[in-house]
């Protein structure tokens, strides 16, 4: 019985931890990339018009 309890423990942590990591994806690490990507977006075009111009 002990073995089971401590079974179930172990799943319910590492579902917590598997939850987190989902969360902090979506929540901070995706927006957090697109911003990046966007800015370097920016700073190519900006200086794509400075050697152009």
């Known amino acids: 019985m002990f073995l ?5 423990v172990g799943v319910l942590v ?3 931890i598997a939850a987190i990591a ?4 979506k ?3 995706g927006p957090r990339r697109k ?7 920016q700073k ?3 200086s794509k ?3 152009e111009g």
């Open 4 to 8: 089971l309890k401590l079974l179930a």
């Open 14 to 16: 590492m579902v917590g």
């Open 22 to 25: 989902f969360l902090e994806e």
């Open 27 to 29: 929540l901070v690490s």
């Open 35 to 41: 911003q990046i990507a966007e800015r370097a977006k």
């Open 44 to 46: 190519l075009a900006a």
């Open 49 to 51: 018009e400075k050697r």
